[in-house]
């Protein structure tokens, strides 16, 4: 049965955003001051922790020795350098105990010890092996903020030169607190770099400078309004100061992604002799559909990392949901209105006019205009021509570069991560180098419950005699609770320090215990994100199957777009792996290897990319979609859908990526890895996956690509969401499916209908 199209009304929600276009402006003004009001100082609120599992027996033990041992869990350490002398020389031993007993006596620091005031058994580990150096251990007390203020007030008046000794302040609470400041001060840097490159690659893609200023106006109003959520937030619960990285970069790029959508369709419709209003109507029923949806499956992708107990993944769910549904809301609601407003005027201050002038008569596009979308038509033509060798070889190089993702080994976050030259990376980095027994890289077991020494002294000797352990130290008993520190073989969390814990943690003993230590957490950390992340990845993937049905009414392309989606990010972990595990280009990069990823860091990336990669993968589909509702031509619908967003993609992927390069002009590994990881990613997806891999698959898959059974079709037809309308009468639909018994072209538009609307695109 042949449907019949209706001249379309304006729905509800374009009434509703045209209605009163400049008090809408005007409320989102008010409500940018106030977002600005109440997103001041949320830097000073994050925390930098959020790496363990607050569930976990090695947490658990750390809270329990911070509060029964201060002593045993030491956030504070200063390095006094002894110069050429001895720490053993009189004059250093003296002004060392004076710092001592100074740093004892400061408020908010307690369990403060040192080499020359240690128990005989304990000061060797504290003294450098060649001599020189020798540390003073504390622990600030409080949460993250009060520790930091407390770090802030003492370190400048031990920092320096006192007497005979040289002060140097690190530990965690210094590192974390460097690591703070520092992130701060490069997203700052970051921003200035982003904010004028995004500007110029808008002005190109738009030629108009004004068209190029309304993105750049919505990503900074969904980066000020995400600024006050998280502010908002850190009253309920932590949020991590990594988060305001992932906040800058998607206000930016994903504001940008959907202004680029909607003024582009708006300059199409207005090209085509639209008034304003019934442009406005067009693109919000069209373009307007298609970012909702595309900020739904981003929004759905982050989501995901609510199931994972470290705050530090929480965070980004947090951050990247509300700047992801704030940029739509302002792309769908202020741009809207502004658009109205402006009109035609959307198009003044074309800087390409020098171009027209130099190119042909006046009132031309400009070299090349007349072939806009056509070197994208070739590129699906010639793929689709040749889809198997495309299909097989883009996947097969995707593949071989994923391969170093195969090495990965997984450890938790330290001062590494810092720049060489920061003052508590060069402290810990004096630690691993010159002072013996690996000194932080420890386990701390805590006994709680009765003993007797006897019971204490067997367990200690059951200890002592497994075979990665060198040296147990302890026990020190206060009341029911005593803790043991165990020496193990090799670095801090290797995997002979991994496979400790196991041991100890089933080692009988007659009172209850657990481990804690570094080791002892990446233990704790990869066992919840491996219990998590199955049901992390199935909820994406089946929200994003439902959704991408919802859009496109096939059961194929869903499957299509998760697993091509997936495959878009090896290239991504393998370079995470062979750049910042194995050490290349370190040098160029300025950073400091530690040898593994931390364990958060993968599941991050795979939700931010997979997030960024459907928001691209809705882009193309949508418009294939449109195409193929309307011709009813399967391979016509791909060529005229590529050549229709190739570009928009492409210019939009370009720009996510300067934004997530800027990000990675961080000085801190981490954020570093996050920016550079993710633009990689963008980039393949647009340039690889959507221009080669898409095109060729859909070829090979055919018609058969928009099959569903009956049911579905008919849930589709009732539930489904739709870009745009027909161009003309709705082709017919058969039992066979959508589009069975349509000829290219017939019921179609016309050759001349074609070509008006290449003329619009290129206008566009």
């Known amino acids: 049965m042949t449907e019949v199209n209706r001249p379309p009304r304006a729905g509800a929600w374009t009434r509703f955003v045209t209605a009163r276009p400049r008090l809408s402006l005007l409320a989102a003004l008010v409500l940018t001051v106030l977002a600005v009001l109440a997103g001041s100082g949320v830097a000073d609120k994050l925390g930098s922790g959020g790496w363990e599992d607050p569930d976990a027996q090695s947490t658990y033990a750390t809270k329990a020795l911070e509060r029964e041992f201060p002593a045993s869990q030491p956030n504070l350490l200063l390095l006094v350098g002894a110069g050429d002398a001895s720490v053993d020389d009189p004059a250093v031993a003296a002004e060392a105990k004076r710092l001592t007993d100074r740093l004892a006596a400061e408020k908010g620091v307690v369990g403060v010890g040192s080499y020359w005031t240690a128990d005989p058994s304990a000061a060797p580990a504290l003294r450098a092996t060649d001599g020189h150096e020798a540390l003073i251990a504390a622990r600030i007390t409080g949460d993250e903020k009060t520790m930091g203020e407390t770090l802030d007030r003492i370190a400048p008046s031990y920092r320096g030169t006192h007497g005979p000794v040289e002060v140097e302040v690190g530990g965690i609470v210094a590192v974390r607190h460097e690591m ?4 701060q001060e490069d997203l700052t840097r970051a921003e200035l770099i982003a904010l004028p490159v995004t500007l110029v690659l808008l002005v190109m893609v738009f030629g108009s400078a004004i068209a190029a200023l309304l993105p750049l106006g919505i990503g900074i109003v969904a980066i000020l309004g995400t600024n006050a959520v998280l502010s908002g937030l850190t009253a309920f619960t932590d949020v991590s100061v990594f988060a305001m990285n992932l906040t800058t970069a998607l206000g930016l790029g994903l504001a940008i992604d959907y202004a680029l959508f909607i003024v582009r369709r708006f300059r199409e419709e207005l090209a085509t ?10 693109t919000l029923r069209t373009a307007g559909r298609t970012v909702l949806f595309s900020a739904l499956t981003v929004a759905v992708s982050l989501a995901a990392m609510l199931v994972f107990p470290q705050y530090f993944l929480r965070s980004f769910a947090y951050a990247g949901m509300a700047v992801v549904l704030l940029a739509a809301a302002a792309a769908l609601i202020l741009l809207p209105a502004a658009l109205l407003l402006l009109g035609d005027r959307v198009n003044a201050l074309d800087l390409r006019r020098v171009f027209r002038r130099k190119g042909g008569a006046a009132g031309s596009e400009g070299p090349g205009a007349a072939e806009d979308g056509k070197g994208w ?8 021509r040749r889809a198997p060798f495309f299909a097989l ?5 995707l593949v071989l570069l994923g391969l170093p993702f195969l090495g990965v080994k997984f450890g938790t976050a330290d001062d590494r991560q810092l720049p060489s030259s920061a003052e508590s990376h060069v402290v810990q980095q004096h630690i691993r180098d010159g002072f013996p027994g690996n000194p932080g890289g ?17 367990y200690k000797e059951r200890v002592a005699a497994l075979p990665e352990v060198v040296r147990v130290d302890g026990p020190l008993v206060s009341g029911d609770a005593a803790y043991f520190t165990v020496l193990p073989r090799g670095e801090a969390v290797d995997d002979v320090a991994q496979r400790l814990v196991g041991d100890l943690r089933a080692t009988q003993a007659p009172f209850d215990t657990k481990v804690t230590g570094a080791a002892a957490v990446l233990v704790d950390s990869k066992h919840a994100i491996g219990a998590q992340l199955p049901w992390a990845v199935a909820f994406i ?14 059961v194929l392309i869903p499957l299509q777009a998760v697993l091509l989606n997936a495959l878009s990010l090896t290239a991504m972990f393998g370079a995470v792996v062979w750049i910042f595990q194995d050490g290349h280009l370190s040098g160029p990069l300025a950073f400091t290897s530690p040898g593994s990823i931390e364990t958060t860091l993968p599941v991050l990336m795979f939700c931010v990319a997979f997030g960024l990669s459907m928001d691209y993968g809705v882009f193309l589909l949508s418009r294939i979609k449109e195409e193929y509702d309307r011709t009813g031509d399967h391979e016509r619908a791909v060529r005229l859908g590529l050549r229709r967003t190739g570009g928009l993609i492409t210019a939009a992927a370009v720009i996510l990526a300067v934004v997530m390069v800027a990000i990675g002009t961080s000085r801190v590994t981490n954020t570093k890895m996050l920016g550079l990881g993710i633009a990689l990613a963008v980039l393949m997806d647009a340039m690889v996956v959507r221009s080669l891999l898409v095109p060729a698959i859909m070829r090979l898959t055919g ?7 009956a049911p579905l079709r008919r849930f589709h037809e009732r539930f489904g969401l739709s870009e745009g309308e027909s161009a003309g009468p709705a082709r017919p639909t058969t039992s066979e499916g959508p589009g069975k018994s349509a000829t290219p072209g017939e019921p179609g538009e016309s050759g001349a209908a074609e070509e008006a609307r290449d003329k619009e695109a290129a206008r566009g």
């Open 180 to 183: 703070q400041t520092i992130i």
């Open 273 to 282: 002799g639209a008034d304003p209003h019934t442009a406005i109507g067009t």
């Open 377 to 384: 038509a070739r590129t699906a033509d010639l793929v689709m």
């Open 393 to 397: 070889g883009t996947t097969a190089v």
């Open 442 to 458: 420890g386990l701390e077991i805590l006994a709680e419950g009765k003993a007797t020494p006897a019971q204490y002294a067997a």
């Open 541 to 554: 993937a089946i929200v994003t199957l439902f959704l991408v049905f919802l859009l496109t009414g096939s």
């Open 703 to 709: 018609r058969a690509t928009w099959w569903a059974p």
